[in-house]
């Protein structure tokens, strides 16, 4: 069963059978209206047909046009902005190679800055005696040195001549 | 753009490579010992072993006992404490640390008499010997390590 719309529609197209159109422009109110209605749809579509056909597309067109042009413009891009545009700059290999120079550059920096610093560092690790002095009134014969054993790790105050004490100053 | 992150990565590596690297909490010990030869040397006291080589080479005595000792966190490396036996006293003052180590003050006292005062950097990994008076038969020594 259609509705009034389709056979609206249908009628200004023409597509209605004999017998139907009858009974819908039978069933029309204003036939007069209708008809000039119908004229001007008619003139309308004519119109559109005649300006716009030529301009028409097919889909196939569209996107074979669209490839072209896509095709022409990668080809004369220069390679290094075609890869800037496929790939991002952190790709695996460049980052191996950045990885590598630094380790590089690190190495360079321990020989020849580090290494240069070993001897001076070493004495560094080593505790040092800035000074030492004893009360000449209380010891006057002290002397004093100081020395490092170095495959131990220890740094010695040596005091010789100190006062000696009896065995009773060694309680806890 | 990239590539100049890739060398400021590459320098602040190196750059945190080389900074001094700040002490931390560092526990020092410091101990008051009487060194002797006994005919049965008692076992070393457990804070000693690192240098009871050096301490035998260097003293030529067999045993070691621990008069007096302190064991003191240094935090600010300002801090300062004394360890004492019975009748000495030995005062350590922090004035500060630097990548080497700390940099003491010693003092040592026999009752309230000053015997021997010492200016110190103690190193983290080498302790300091002091050979202090004959006691008796044997010898007192000041002893710092730091932990």
């Known amino acids: ?172 | 753009m990239s590539r100049s992150l890739a060398l400021f990565t590459t320098l602040a590596a190196l750059i945190t490579s080389a900074a001094p690297k700040a002490l931390g909490a560092e526990t020092v010990w410091s101990g008051l010992i009487i060194a002797e030869n006994a005919e049965q040397p008692q076992p070393i006291p457990p804070e000693l072993t690192r240098i009871e080589r050096p301490l035998k080479q260097l003293f030529g005595y067999s045993q070691f006992q621990v008069i007096g000792q302190s064991r003191k966190t240094l935090r600010t490396g300002q801090e300062d404490w004394l360890a004492t036996s019975k009748f000495f006293a030995l005062h350590v003052d922090a004035q500060g640390e630097s990548e080497a180590g700390y940099v003491l003050n010693l003092k040592l006292y026999k009752e309230k008499e000053l015997l021997l005062e010492s200016d110190a950097k103690l190193s983290k990994r080498s302790p300091l010997i002091i050979k202090g008076p004959q006691v008796g038969g044997g010898q007192l020594l000041l002893i710092l390590i730091v932990q």
């Open chain 1, 1 to 172: 069963m259609k509705t009034f719309e389709e056979k609206w529609t249908a009628w200004l197209d023409d597509q209605l059978s004999g017998r139907e159109r009858a009974e819908f422009e039978a069933s029309l109110l204003d036939r007069a209206a209708a008809e000039a209605e119908r004229a001007a749809a008619k003139k309308l579509g004519a119109l559109l047909r005649r300006e716009l056909g030529t301009h028409d597309l097919a889909n196939e067109e569209f996107f074979s046009h669209q490839l072209r042009e896509r095709i022409a413009r990668e080809t004369h891009l220069p390679i290094r902005e075609r890869d800037v545009e496929v790939s991002p700059w952190w790709t695996v290999g460049r980052l191996l190679w950045t990885g590598t120079a630094s380790l590089a550059v690190f190495s360079v920096f321990m020989i020849f800055v580090v290494h240069d610093r070993n001897p001076v560092e070493q004495s560094q690790y080593l505790t040092q005696i800035l000074n030492a002095r004893v009360d000449p009134v209380v010891s006057p014969n002290a002397s004093i040195s100081m020395f490092e054993a170095k495959d131990d790790r220890v740094t010695v105050l040596w005091t010789e001549g100190l006062q000696s004490l009896p065995a009773d100053y060694a309680a806890k």
